[in-house]
């Protein structure tokens, strides 16, 4: 289903725009601006599949640094390897293939990235936000429950993390 969403989170709170989604049963891309930065929410079928944004410390890489789950010099050798590869490997790929992390350690942090990264949306009061009913072919599918996912922001809140 296709719908037409934007407005600014000044009027309405991340989570009713994500349960907007998931109750419409949307997919597609939700652009969150925040100054100079942007993050985006990727949802199928209203689903929650991925996040992604222009801030630093939300990459993939300072995740797994902070959850102590690979180490800044293995960081920054896969970083050097996805370099050189031209961008046709992705981070991921590369602390797997080089055994820096575990598939399921690559899961995990990927889950927590997404589940950070939107964390940090409900913390925001000023921004602007638009629905473009396209989702990238490529983009990763890892379905987390919007309702699940707002219910352990509120607690994470709750608990002043």
Not at 92 to 119: C, H, M, S, W
Request: negative net charge; glycine residues 8%.
């Amino acid at each position: 289903m296709s719908i037409s969403l934007s407005g600014s989170l000044k009027d309405a709170h991340l989570s009713e725009v994500l349960e907007t989604l998931r109750i419409q049963r949307a997919s597609g891309t939700l652009f969150v601006s925040i100054g100079g930065a942007e993050k985006s929410i990727y949802v199928k079928d209203g689903q929650i599949v991925f996040a992604k944004s222009t801030e630093h410390d939300d990459r993939l890489g300072e995740t797994l640094i902070k959850a102590g789950k690979v180490s800044r010099e293995n960081l920054e050798t896969a970083l050097d390897l996805v370099k050189k590869s031209g961008g046709f490997k992705k981070l991921g790929a590369v602390l797997v293939e080089n055994r820096f992390l575990a598939p399921k350690e690559l899961f995990l942090g990927l889950k927590t990235q997404v589940k950070d990264i939107i964390y940090s949306l409900f913390l925001v009061e000023d921004a602007v936000y638009r629905f473009d009913p396209q989702l990238p072919a490529d983009v990763i599918q890892l379905q987390i429950n919007i309702e699940e996912l707002i219910r352990e922001i509120i607690e994470r809140i709750k608990q002043g993390d």
